[in-house]
């Protein structure tokens, strides 16, 4: 199945684009996709650790299911004070 990803922040520069196409196995769950990415994109590996996926506009859990054609914003946690 495919699904689209929708970057943010330095996930950006590092992977060179801010909407990706992800081909995934069936049953492929949030956290499944996170790991695609980090072995596609090395160089982001380490950011990607840290991702919160956003799907619908509601955060889900790493072992949420996708499905063919969802978008799964991988959105950085934003610290500030």
Do not use: C, F
Request: hydrophobic fraction near 50%.
């Amino acid at each position: 199945m495919k699904v689209n990803v929708r970057l943010s922040g330095d996930l950006v520069q590092q992977v060179g684009n801010a909407r990706l196409q992800v081909a995934l196995a069936e049953n492929a769950t949030a956290a499944d996709l996170v790991a695609s990415l980090q072995e596609q994109y090395p160089a982001a590996a380490e950011r990607l650790e840290l991702v919160v996926p956003i799907i619908g506009g509601q955060h889900v859990s790493p072992e949420t299911k996708l499905a063919t054609g969802q978008e799964v914003a991988l959105l950085l946690p934003i610290a500030g004070g």
